[in-house]
């Protein structure tokens, strides 16, 4: 395996990288080992994976680092599994597990259960999370044995579906607005049951328009030289898929790039926000709408 102490200097690359993220491994820690072998200047990701949680992290690189927060804010799909009949101290493996009761209810019980957790719902944070709370982690106060009051905050099912149940297990296949803690999802499905559940294991599949197939393990990114792990980086602007495209001239893409307001004939609201793209397809950031009909640079590439 080569070795991570690589010489070459600091790079200003820009992309966005997308990793399988292993167990036992910090979301900062996975993302410095990535930013390690990518020699970038500049990284962060785009929603953390606690260590015993595996599965799809985006690793936003140099100019897309500006634009990480819409993968932030976009939903997440998750295979998770509850393990009924026991509780957990965390509300996940790492926590202690005592035994309530064994499930005896039946796949119809479970769905019926289910379908009370679909839509829109509020969830309390748990103790044991990196929430923070007058300026300090939720987990430290846990960890010292302080109770901390937590506000309600409101989230949303927005899909899911029971892959299968070994008759102790569940799998489930979860897509969630952002905020949602899919192990204080686990609890609760377990006391609708009256028996107790716990999250034993989570992987993340999807993130916004990210799949985990299209993801890869940092034991092959080290395997790679420098040019074939560049391969690997999708451009910035992968992270907009979802926002409206616009086309501008050169007029129109001189003037944002020196911070003007140009007119614009695109259909939209005020506040409207869209990719912006130059007459050869360079992407050049996102614009905002003005009630004017005029294009605000509301994010913009480095250089353009």
């Known amino acids: 395996m080569p070795s991570t102490q690589n010489p070459e200097p600091w790079r200003a690359v820009t992309g966005v990288f997308l990793l399988d993220k292993p167990f036992g491994l910090s979301s900062n820690a996975a993302l410095q080992r990535a930013r390690r072998l990518f020699r970038a200047q500049k990284a962060g990701h785009t929603g953390t994976l606690d ?5 799809l992290l985006a690793i936003c690189l140099g100019e897309a680092t500006k634009f990480s927060g819409w993968l932030l804010d976009a939903p997440k799909t998750y295979l998770a599994q509850i393990r009924l009949g026991y509780t957990s101290t965390t509300g996940d493996a790492e926590g202690d597990i005592a035994p309530v009761r064994p499930f005896d209810g039946g796949e119809a019980d479970l769905q019926a259960a289910l379908a009370r957790f679909e839509g829109v719902q509020v969830q309390r944070p748990p103790m044991h999370s990196a929430l923070k709370v007058g300026g300090r982690p939720l987990y430290r106060y846990a960890r010292a044995g302080v109770e ?30 952002k905020g949602t803690y899919i192990r204080v999802l686990a609890q609760d499905i377990g006391d609708a ?10 992987r993340r599949t999807r993130a916004g328009s990210f799949a985990l197939a299209a993801a890869s393990t940092l034991e092959n990114l080290e395997s790679l030289d420098a040019a074939q792990r560049d391969s690997l980086l999708q451009p910035a ?18 003037a944002v790039l020196r911070g003007q307001r140009p007119a614009c004939g695109a259909a939209g609201q005020p ?31 480095a250089g353009g």
């Open 271 to 301: 506040g409207q926000r869209f990719r912006v793209y130059d007459p050869v397809n360079r992407f050049l950031g996102i614009c905002e709408l003005t009630a004017e009909q005029r294009l605000h640079p509301a994010r913009m590439m």
């Open 148 to 177: 901390v009051q937590r506000p309600e905050r409101r989230i949303e099912v927005l899909a899911q579906k029971l892959e299968r149940w070994d008759g102790e297990t569940v799998f489930l296949s979860v897509t969630v607005s």
């Open 51 to 55: 260590p015993h949680a595996t599965g």
């Open 237 to 254: 602007d992968a992270l907009l898929q979802d926002m409206p495209r616009l086309e501008l001239d050169d007029a129109q893409s001189m």
């Open 193 to 202: 049951l009256g028996c107790g559940g716990y999250l034993s294991g989570l």
